[in-house]
């Protein structure tokens, strides 16, 4: 893993949109260049037995969630870029 790694791995979302158990984050990267852009994950958290798990595999009547999750990731995304100008 080289300093690059290392260093994105310790950093956190720089925003979260959950609806139920379906999360939405929003990661601040940083390219070759220096350049900064965002990039969105989405995972649902369920409970086996005693342990928190996670995963990226939806039923159909949990897309709604999932859809609503991302739809308040992009407005935070789409008014962050209005604000900016870009």
Do not use: C
């Amino acid at each position: 893993m080289n300093s690059f790694d290392s260093k994105m791995k310790h950093k956190g979302p720089k925003a979260k949109f959950n609806a139920g158990a379906v999360q939405v984050a929003v990661w601040e990267n940083e390219g070759k260049e220096g350049t900064l852009f965002e990039t969105v994950t989405i995972d649902k958290r369920y409970k086996a037995g005693d342990e928190w798990k996670s995963t990226n595999s939806f039923k159909v009547n949990e897309l709604p969630k999932a859809i609503l999750a991302l739809q308040k990731a992009y407005e935070h995304l789409a008014l962050k870029h209005e604000e900016a100008g870009t």
